[in-house]
């Protein structure tokens, strides 16, 4: 009921190329979705989030997309870069007690010149 | 702005030592704090949490522990080091409500 399914667990995108990760959640009472970039050796960024009354949000060439009847988000980053090589992790929060983050496991992302 | 500090960036302990990691807030008051594992390749594994001065919620049994003894303070400790207890440990603030900001972290190796 908590979990946040991440898939691909690891994608290799041409620069220049769209990469897209996407996620699954089963809890219902969840309603808000971040995504966070991570570089080796340093902590998560948070990168862009979105709540469910919307079903796009854009910021820059990095895009989440939400389907709320479908259970589903994704992160899409157009024109990716090889600075853009990193692992993300989708991750989405109830709101109750803390606003504790359920995370998914996390997708390497490779950008290839 | 607000700015988490995490100290020591890396360290190396032989097993059976005492541990204990700092993370500190600048910027702001009565944050939610957290404290995170990360194994090396692997997602990340909430351990403790604390909503406020010597509050602390357990995610998961360990053989650590946490405290928060001032606002923007947030301690791990240990009092034996076990070679599973090596990792990247995060700790991570909210202002009460959603966005979660993560420290640097600190590289922990159990020799």
């Known amino acids: 009921q908590q979990q946040v399914k991440q898939s691909p667990q690891s994608l290799i995108v041409q620069k220049g190329g769209i990469s897209i990760i996407n996620c699954a959640y089963e809890?219902?009472?969840?309603?808000?979705f971040p995504w966070y970039q991570q570089f080796p050796g340093k902590g998560p960024a948070l990168l862009i989030a979105i709540r469910p009354d919307v079903s796009e949000k854009k910021e820059g060439r990095f895009t989440i997309s939400f389907n709320k009847s479908a259970k589903q988000f994704s992160l899409h980053i157009m024109d990716s870069q090889p600075g853009d090589s990193a692992t993300y992790f989708c991750a989405a929060s109830s709101g109750a007690g803390s606003y504790q983050l359920t995370f998914g496991k996390g997708t390497k992302l490779s950008v290839i010149p | 702005s607000q700015t988490i500090h995490q100290w020591p960036a890396t360290l190396v302990q032989p097993v059976g030592s005492p541990l204990s990691l700092e993370c500190t807030v600048e910027?702001?008051?009565?944050?939610?704090l957290y404290w995170y594992r990360q194994a090396a390749g692997r997602g990340l594994q909430l351990l403790f949490y604390s909503v406020g001065i010597g509050q602390i919620s357990s995610e998961v049994p360990q053989n650590l522990s946490a405290s928060r003894p001032q606002d923007r303070q947030f301690i791990l400790s240990s009092k034996k080091l076990l070679l599973s207890d090596s990792g990247f440990y995060l700790c991570?603030?909210?202002?009460?409500?959603?966005?979660?900001?993560f420290g640097p972290g600190t590289r922990l190796t159990v020799t």
């Open positions: 809890n219902t009472a969840f309603d808000y």
């Open positions: 910027g702001t008051s009565n944050p939610n």
């Open positions: 991570a603030w909210n202002p009460g409500f959603y966005e979660q900001y």
